[in-house]
C-alpha cells in the first residue's frame, strides 16, 4: 500500500491540533492509502507540544517532532520534510485555513501524473483587506522581479511527490523561501483550488514585520535585480554629474561666468549622500546572506522525535 504523509507546522496552536487531527482522519479514512499526521512543534509555549503527544499516544498515525526553540515557519517546514518518509507528502497549516477537505483533489491531481501540486486559494479570509492587498502586490512584484515564476495565491498548502522530496532535501541554504524554491526545482506541476477558510482559533502569528521580513528574504533568495537598480542608477548620477560638470566649465571657461546654486548643491549632496547608504544597504543584506551561508549553521534543533513507523500508519491503538 502507498503512503502518504501530511506535515504541519505549528506554533501555539495548541486549540488547532484536536480539531485538526478530527478532520484529516475523517477526510483521509475513506481513501486507499496508509496516512501519517506529522506535527512540527516549533518551539511553543502553550502546550502544543503535550496535545500532539496526547494524540501520539491514542493513535500511532500521529507523530511530532518538537523544535528546541521557535526556528520559524519555513524551518519547521523543511523539517518536517526531511523526516517525512513515504511515496506522497503534503504540507499544510495548523490553523484549518487550508481545509482538509481539499486533499482529495491534491491526491487526484497526483494520481493523474502531478508530482507538484500547489493548493490555490480562491479567496482570502473574509475580511482580510490588508491580507488581500499585500498579498496580491507580492505576487506581482515577484513575478516581475524573480528568475522563477511564482505560483501566485499558493500558500504553504500542497502535495510533493517523494521524487520532489528528495530535491528539496538538497536545498539548505539559509534564508529559506520554500515557495521559490518549489517553483525552482521544476518538475510536473499543476495547480488546484480550495476556498480558504476562516482561521478557527487564535490570530495569526503573522504580523505586519514578519511579513516584511518574509518578502525580503523572497526578494534576496530569488532576485539581484535590487543590485542592478543600483548599478543602473549609480551609472546615470555619474553620467549626469559628468554633463553638469562639462556644463559648469564651459561657464566658466568660455564666457566667464561661475553658476551661482549653494542650496542646490547642499540638496544634490544631501540626496546623493541617502542614495549610496540605500544602496549600502541593499548590498549589506545580501552579504548578511552570504555570511549567514558560510557559517553552516543548522536549519533547526530537535528537542525530541515521536514518528510513527510507517508499517503502521493504518492502525491506531
Known amino acids: 500500500m502507498q503512503t502518504i504523509d501530511i506535515v504541519v507546522p505549528a506554533y501555539n496552536e495548541v486549540d488547532s491540533i484536536r480539531p485538526l487531527y478530527e478532520r484529516v ?61 513515504a511515496d506522497a507528502v503534503i504540507t499544510m497549516d495548523a490553523d484549518l485555513q487550508h481545509p482538509p477537505e481539499a486533499i482529495v483533489d491534491l491526491i487526484a491531481a497526483w494520481e493523474a501524473g502531478a508530482e507538484l501540486v500547489h493548493g490555490v486559494r480562491r479567496r482570502i479570509e473574509p475580511g482580510g483587506f490588508f491580507k488581500r492587498t499585500t498579498s496580491n502586490l507580492f505576487y ?24 520532489v522530496v528528495r530535491a528539496i532535501r538538497g536545498l539548505r541554504e539559509q534564508s529559506r523561501f ?15 483550488q480550495y476556498a480558504e477558510e476562516k482561521r ?33 542608477a549609480g551609472t546615470l548620477v555619474s553620467v549626469c554629474a559628468f554633463v553638469y560638470g562639462g556644463y559648469a566649465a564651459a561657464q566658466r ?32 543584506e545580501y552579504l548578511g546572506q552570504v555570511h549567514a551561508e558560510a557559517k553552516h549553521r543548522p536549519l533547526y534543533v530537535v528537542r525530541q522525535t515521536l514518528i510513527p513507523d510507517v508499517t503502521n500508519a493504518k492502525q491506531r491503538s
Open 253 to 284: 571657461i568660455i564666457f566667464a561666468r561661475a553658476i551661482p546654486g549653494w542650496t542646490s548643491l547642499a540638496v544634490i549632496i544631501s540626496l546623493l549622500s541617502g542614495a549610496q547608504m540605500l544602496f549600502l544597504g541593499v548590498v549589506g
Open 25 to 85: 482522519f475523517t477526510v483521509v479514512e475513506r481513501l486507499p492509502y496508509a496516512f501519517r499526521l506529522i506535527i512540527v512543534d516549533d518551539g511553543s509555549t502553550d502546550g502544543t507540544a503535550e496535545a500532539c503527544e496526547k494524540l501520539a499516544e491514542t493513535d500511532r498515525r500521529v507523530g511530532l517532532i518538537q523544535l528546541s526553540r521557535n526556528f520559524g515557519h519555513q524551518a519547521a517546514l523543511t523539517a518536517a520534510l526531511d523526516a517525512a518518509d
Open 140 to 163: 506581482r512584484t515577484m513575478s516581475f522581479i524573480s528568475e522563477v515564476p511564482l505560483v501566485a495565491d499558493a500558500p504553504d498548502f500542497r502535495l510533493l511527490d517523494k521524487k
Open 178 to 192: 520554500l515557495r521559490g524554491m518549489f517553483a525552482w526545482i521544476g518538475f510536473k506541476q499543476v495547480t488546484v
Open 200 to 232: 478557527r482559533e487564535g490570530r495569526s502569528k503573522y504580523n505586519p514585520l514578519k511579513m516584511f521580513a518574509f518578502a525580503l528574504t523572497a526578494v534576496l533568495s530569488f532576485s539581484r535585480l535590487p543590485l542592478r537598480i543600483a548599478i543602473v
